[in-house]
């Protein structure tokens, strides 16, 4: 594409401090192709500058976190904490990713096409999570904000400690978290799922099947807790 600048950078040839000093240098609208990441952790951190950024391969903790702006696309699976305090911009993982997923995000898009492991969308500030198929454990923990949208079946205590985020399942959901509670879809709700759904390129969700899980708000005032209501 013309006035495109395209470069690729070798995770066998740069440590991983030089690597995202170089990401940081490239002008806006840069394409970059990151090669051999083989399993190395805080790939593409901290970037503010937009970028279109794909790691081709699996990559480790952390990837993508702490960004303003760029889109990355892992081909791969992922470890930790894959966009962790993103706040613009798009994190794609073209497989699984473990723990913490989209932590304490505040803004922007994540998706996983594969399964993620436990706590998906940990305090979870603003933006979204989209993810294919099932999540682990207690996911959307304490999620204060933003929507999390499950393709799959969603493990134990899903969504513990909810305040205003919300959470869309369209598979099974094993047990929800203290002061979880199901509610009834509304247009709002299908509208917000279905737009969710085609930005992730998600077919396999349909918006009016999805079990919707919000805060029951039993724990919103500190009062509560002298009656035990968690």
Same mark, same amino acid.
């Given at each position: ?13 740069l ?7 170089a990401l940081?240098?490239l ?5 970059v ?5 083989r ?15 794909t790691i081709?391969?699996?990559?480790g903790?952390y990837i993508?976190g702490?960004?303003?702006?760029p ?8 470890g930790?904490?894959?966009?962790e305090?993103?706040m ?12 913490c !997923?989209g932590? $304490?995000?505040r @803004? #922007?898009? *994540?998706? +996983?096409? /594969? &399964?993620a492991s436990?706590? !998906?969308?940990i $305090?979870?500030? @603003? #933006?979204? *999570?989209a +993810?294919a /198929? &099932?999540?682990?454990h207690m996911?959307?923990?304490?999620a204060?904000? #933003?929507? *999390?949208? +499950?393709? /799959?079946d969603?493990a ?7 305040y205003e985020?919300? *959470?869309?399942?369209? /598979?099974?959901i094993?047990?929800l978290?203290?002061?979880a509670?199901i509610?009834e ?42 009656d035990?209501?968690?």
């Amino acid at each position: 594409m013309a006035g495109v600048t395209a470069i690729e950078l070798s995770c066998a040839e740069l440590p991983v401090r030089e690597l995202n000093a170089a990401l940081r240098g490239l002008p806006d609208g840069s394409a970059v192709r990151i090669t051999e990441p083989r399993g190395r952790h805080n790939l593409a951190v901290g970037l503010t500058n937009r970028l279109d950024i794909t790691i081709a391969g699996n990559a480790g903790y952390y990837i993508a976190g702490l960004c303003d702006g760029p889109d990355v696309e892992v081909e791969g699976f992922v470890g930790w904490s894959v966009g962790e305090n993103l706040m613009s911009g798009t994190v794609r993982v073209r497989g699984n990713a473990s723990e913490c !997923a989209g932590a $304490s995000a505040r @803004g #922007g898009l *994540i998706v +996983i096409d /594969g &399964d993620a492991s436990s706590r !998906a969308g940990i $305090s979870l500030k @603003g #933006g979204a *999570i989209a +993810i294919a /198929g &099932d999540v682990g454990h207690m996911s959307g923990f304490m999620a204060q904000a #933003g929507t *999390i949208l +499950i393709g /799959g079946d969603a493990a134990d205590s899903l969504g513990d400690s909810l305040y205003e985020a919300v *959470i869309y399942v369209g /598979g099974k959901i094993r047990s929800l978290g203290a002061d979880a509670r199901i509610e009834e879809l509304g247009a709002d709700d299908v509208r917000r799922v279905a737009e969710m759904a085609s930005a992730a390129g998600f077919g396999h969700v349909s918006a009016e099947d999805v079990t919707k899980v919000a805060s029951a708000k039993h724990l919103y005032n500190f009062d509560a807790l002298k009656d035990q209501k968690y």
